[in-house]
Protein backbone atom coordinates (compact mmCIF):
# COMPACT_ATOMS: atom_id res chain seq x y z
CA UNK A 1 0.00 0.00 0.00
CA UNK A 2 0.96 3.52 -0.91
CA UNK A 3 0.09 6.75 0.69
CA UNK A 4 1.22 9.44 -1.82
CA UNK A 5 -1.92 11.88 -1.26
CA UNK A 6 -2.00 14.90 -2.71
CA UNK A 7 -4.38 17.46 -1.73
CA UNK A 8 -4.98 21.21 -0.65
CA UNK A 9 -3.41 23.18 1.73
CA UNK A 10 -5.63 22.60 4.99
CA UNK A 11 -7.00 25.53 6.48
CA UNK A 12 -4.62 25.61 9.48
CA UNK A 13 -1.65 24.88 7.15
CA UNK A 14 2.24 26.25 8.63
CA UNK A 15 3.92 27.36 5.52
CA UNK A 16 7.17 26.11 6.15
CA UNK A 17 10.13 29.12 5.82
CA UNK A 18 12.89 30.12 3.59
CA UNK A 19 15.38 27.17 4.61
CA UNK A 20 17.79 28.15 7.12
CA UNK A 21 21.76 28.44 5.91
CA UNK A 22 23.32 25.47 6.98
CA UNK A 23 24.67 24.55 10.49
CA UNK A 24 28.36 26.08 11.64
CA UNK A 25 30.18 24.22 14.38
CA UNK A 26 30.13 27.71 15.79
CA UNK A 27 26.19 27.59 15.74
CA UNK A 28 25.92 25.01 17.02
CA UNK A 29 27.69 25.23 20.15
CA UNK A 30 24.98 27.61 21.02
CA UNK A 31 22.03 26.75 18.94
CA UNK A 32 20.17 23.44 19.11
CA UNK A 33 19.39 22.00 15.25
CA UNK A 34 17.10 19.31 13.95
CA UNK A 35 17.36 18.26 10.60
CA UNK A 36 13.78 17.75 9.44
CA UNK A 37 14.05 15.00 6.09
CA UNK A 38 11.22 15.57 3.64
CA UNK A 39 10.79 12.89 1.08
CA UNK A 40 7.87 13.78 -1.19
CA UNK A 41 8.19 15.47 -4.60
CA UNK A 42 5.39 17.82 -4.10
CA UNK A 43 5.26 20.69 -1.61
CA UNK A 44 1.54 20.67 -1.57
CA UNK A 45 1.34 17.23 -0.01
CA UNK A 46 0.14 15.88 3.19
CA UNK A 47 3.91 14.81 3.91
CA UNK A 48 5.12 18.57 3.29
CA UNK A 49 2.54 19.74 5.54
CA UNK A 50 3.14 16.98 8.76
CA UNK A 51 6.81 18.11 7.96
CA UNK A 52 5.98 21.88 8.36
CA UNK A 53 4.04 20.63 11.97
CA UNK A 54 7.45 18.67 13.23
CA UNK A 55 9.29 22.08 12.32
CA UNK A 56 6.68 24.37 14.17
CA UNK A 57 6.83 21.64 16.94
CA UNK A 58 10.27 21.38 17.21
CA UNK A 59 11.14 25.39 16.51
CA UNK A 60 8.81 25.68 20.02
CA UNK A 61 11.37 23.74 21.74
CA UNK A 62 14.08 26.15 20.76
CA UNK A 63 15.31 24.32 17.59
CA UNK A 64 16.74 25.61 14.57
CA UNK A 65 15.72 24.40 11.70
CA UNK A 66 17.86 22.97 8.82
CA UNK A 67 14.70 21.78 6.12
CA UNK A 68 16.28 19.60 4.23
CA UNK A 69 14.00 19.11 0.81
CA UNK A 70 15.36 15.62 -0.69
CA UNK A 71 13.58 16.46 -3.96
CA UNK A 72 13.60 20.17 -3.85
CA UNK A 73 17.49 19.93 -4.00
CA UNK A 74 17.83 17.51 -6.46
CA UNK A 75 19.01 14.60 -4.22
CA UNK A 76 20.42 11.74 -6.11
CA UNK A 77 19.35 8.62 -4.30
CA UNK A 78 21.41 5.92 -6.87
CA UNK A 79 24.74 4.61 -5.92
CA UNK A 80 27.66 5.58 -7.38
CA UNK A 81 31.42 4.91 -8.03
CA UNK A 82 32.05 8.22 -5.82
CA UNK A 83 29.99 6.99 -3.07
CA UNK A 84 30.77 3.74 -2.88
CA UNK A 85 32.57 2.39 0.15
CA UNK A 86 36.50 1.39 0.61
CA UNK A 87 36.56 -0.98 3.25
CA UNK A 88 40.08 -0.43 4.01
CA UNK A 89 39.40 3.77 4.16
CA UNK A 90 37.28 4.92 7.08
CA UNK A 91 38.73 8.14 5.80
CA UNK A 92 37.65 8.22 2.33
CA UNK A 93 36.59 11.32 1.28
CA UNK A 94 33.22 11.07 -0.90
CA UNK A 95 31.21 13.27 -3.49
CA UNK A 96 31.13 16.75 -2.44
CA UNK A 97 27.14 16.44 -2.56
CA UNK A 98 27.62 13.58 0.26
CA UNK A 99 29.87 15.32 2.37
CA UNK A 100 27.69 17.92 2.39
CA UNK A 101 24.60 15.88 3.86
CA UNK A 102 27.24 14.52 6.26
CA UNK A 103 28.36 17.91 7.77
CA UNK A 104 24.44 18.48 7.89
CA UNK A 105 23.62 15.38 10.06
CA UNK A 106 27.00 16.05 12.26
CA UNK A 107 25.51 19.43 12.96
CA UNK A 108 22.49 18.17 13.95
CA UNK A 109 21.23 17.24 17.14
CA UNK A 110 17.94 15.53 16.14
CA UNK A 111 16.94 14.33 13.11
CA UNK A 112 13.13 13.65 12.01
CA UNK A 113 12.30 12.36 8.47
CA UNK A 114 8.84 12.47 7.06
CA UNK A 115 7.66 10.34 4.67
CA UNK A 116 4.95 8.60 2.61
CA UNK A 117 5.55 4.43 2.78
CA UNK A 118 5.52 2.57 -0.04
CA UNK A 119 5.18 -1.11 0.40
CA UNK A 120 5.78 -1.16 3.71
CA UNK A 121 9.38 0.72 3.05
CA UNK A 122 10.63 4.22 2.97
CA UNK A 123 10.97 5.75 -0.44
CA UNK A 124 13.77 5.31 -2.97
CA UNK A 125 14.97 8.60 -2.79
CA UNK A 126 15.16 7.95 1.58
CA UNK A 127 16.47 4.67 1.28
CA UNK A 128 19.03 5.91 -1.30
CA UNK A 129 20.21 9.08 0.87
CA UNK A 130 20.78 6.15 3.93
CA UNK A 131 22.63 4.32 0.89
CA UNK A 132 24.94 7.27 -0.16
CA UNK A 133 25.15 9.37 2.81
CA UNK A 134 25.15 6.75 6.07
CA UNK A 135 28.31 5.32 4.86
CA UNK A 136 31.31 3.67 5.64
CA UNK A 137 33.62 5.22 8.05
CA UNK A 138 31.04 7.97 8.68
CA UNK A 139 27.64 6.49 10.41
CA UNK A 140 29.01 3.10 10.83
CA UNK A 141 32.90 1.27 10.83
CA UNK A 142 34.15 2.73 13.71
CA UNK A 143 34.38 1.47 17.53
CA UNK A 144 33.14 4.85 18.86
CA UNK A 145 29.97 6.20 16.30
CA UNK A 146 30.05 9.56 14.98
CA UNK A 147 26.56 9.87 15.63
CA UNK A 148 26.90 8.59 19.18
CA UNK A 149 24.12 10.99 21.11
CA UNK A 150 21.94 12.12 18.09
CA UNK A 151 18.34 11.15 18.67
CA UNK A 152 16.09 10.22 15.36
CA UNK A 153 12.43 10.22 14.87
CA UNK A 154 10.58 8.79 11.48
CA UNK A 155 6.93 9.30 10.41
CA UNK A 156 5.86 7.83 8.29
CA UNK A 157 2.53 8.58 6.78
CA UNK A 158 0.67 5.39 5.87
CA UNK A 159 -2.82 4.77 3.07
CA UNK A 160 -3.69 1.78 5.37
CA UNK A 161 -6.96 2.79 7.18
CA UNK A 162 -6.31 2.77 11.17
CA UNK A 163 -8.27 -0.54 11.88
CA UNK A 164 -6.27 -2.61 9.26
CA UNK A 165 -4.52 -5.59 10.26
CA UNK A 166 -1.76 -4.58 8.54
CA UNK A 167 -0.72 -1.30 10.22
CA UNK A 168 0.40 -3.39 13.44
CA UNK A 169 2.84 -5.27 10.89
CA UNK A 170 3.71 -2.34 9.11
CA UNK A 171 4.64 -0.80 12.11
CA UNK A 172 6.95 -3.78 13.29
CA UNK A 173 8.97 -3.81 9.52
CA UNK A 174 9.50 -0.46 9.90
CA UNK A 175 10.75 -0.46 13.82
CA UNK A 176 13.02 -3.63 12.45
CA UNK A 177 14.37 -1.61 9.90
CA UNK A 178 15.26 1.82 10.72
CA UNK A 179 15.29 1.14 14.37
CA UNK A 180 17.35 -1.51 14.55
CA UNK A 181 18.26 -2.22 10.49
CA UNK A 182 20.23 1.73 10.60
CA UNK A 183 20.15 3.59 13.74
CA UNK A 184 20.94 1.05 16.24
CA UNK A 185 23.57 0.04 13.85
CA UNK A 186 25.07 3.79 12.92
CA UNK A 187 25.02 4.05 17.02
CA UNK A 188 22.44 6.33 17.51
CA UNK A 189 21.21 7.03 20.68
CA UNK A 190 17.46 6.95 20.11
CA UNK A 191 15.62 6.13 17.27
CA UNK A 192 11.65 5.49 17.04
CA UNK A 193 8.89 5.15 14.70
CA UNK A 194 5.94 7.26 14.32
CA UNK A 195 3.29 5.77 11.99
CA UNK A 196 0.66 7.93 10.64
CA UNK A 197 -1.82 5.07 8.76
CA UNK A 198 -5.19 6.64 7.53
CA UNK A 199 -3.73 9.47 5.26
CA UNK A 200 -5.69 8.42 2.29
CA UNK A 201 -9.30 10.07 1.56
CA UNK A 202 -10.54 6.82 0.77
CA UNK A 203 -9.54 4.12 3.80
CA UNK A 204 -7.79 1.57 1.93
CA UNK A 205 -7.75 -1.94 3.86
CA UNK A 206 -7.21 -5.68 2.67
CA UNK A 207 -10.06 -8.34 3.44
CA UNK A 208 -9.35 -11.98 3.93
CA UNK A 209 -8.61 -13.21 0.32
CA UNK A 210 -6.29 -10.26 -0.55
CA UNK A 211 -8.94 -7.65 -1.69
CA UNK A 212 -8.26 -3.98 -1.70
CA UNK A 213 -11.28 -2.31 -0.40
CA UNK A 214 -12.05 1.56 -0.85
CA UNK A 215 -14.03 3.50 1.16
CA UNK A 216 -16.17 6.10 0.11
CA UNK A 217 -13.96 8.85 0.29
CA UNK A 218 -13.74 11.39 3.03
CA UNK A 219 -16.05 15.17 2.78
CA UNK A 220 -17.09 17.89 4.80
CA UNK A 221 -16.72 18.04 8.55
CA UNK A 222 -15.76 14.15 8.78
CA UNK A 223 -12.86 14.88 6.50
CA UNK A 224 -12.06 17.66 8.51
CA UNK A 225 -12.12 15.86 12.03
CA UNK A 226 -10.21 12.68 10.45
CA UNK A 227 -7.40 14.74 9.21
CA UNK A 228 -7.54 17.22 12.47
CA UNK A 229 -6.97 13.73 14.68
CA UNK A 230 -4.02 12.91 12.22
CA UNK A 231 -2.01 16.16 13.07
CA UNK A 232 -2.34 15.60 16.48
CA UNK A 233 -1.28 12.25 16.25
CA UNK A 234 1.73 13.69 14.39
CA UNK A 235 1.91 16.17 16.98
CA UNK A 236 1.96 13.74 19.97
CA UNK A 237 4.85 11.38 18.17
CA UNK A 238 6.95 15.14 18.12
CA UNK A 239 6.31 16.28 21.78
CA UNK A 240 6.98 12.49 23.16
CA UNK A 241 9.85 12.34 20.89
CA UNK A 242 11.16 15.93 22.44
CA UNK A 243 10.53 15.05 25.84
CA UNK A 244 12.57 11.23 25.58
CA UNK A 245 9.49 9.20 25.70
CA UNK A 246 10.37 6.24 23.56
CA UNK A 247 7.38 5.50 21.30
CA UNK A 248 7.20 1.32 20.65
CA UNK A 249 7.90 -0.11 17.90
Not at 27 to 55: E, G, W
Not at 59 to 84: C, K, Q, S, V, W
Not at 128 to 156: H, Q
Request: hydrophobic residues 40%; aromatic residues 8%.
Amino acid sequence: MRADRTTEHPKNRIEMEDPVSHTTIDDATTTRTALVVVAHPRRDSLTAHIADLAAQRLTAAGYRIDLLDLHAENFDPRMNAADLPEWGNREKTYSPEVENHMRRILAADVIVAVFPVYWVQVPAILKGWIDRVWNYGFAYGRSKPRLAGKRMLWLGLAGAADDDSVVDLMQQSLGMQLNDGIAYYCGLTESSVGLLPGAEEKRQRVDADGNLLLDEALTGAVRDAHYAALEDRARRFVDDFLVGVRVPA
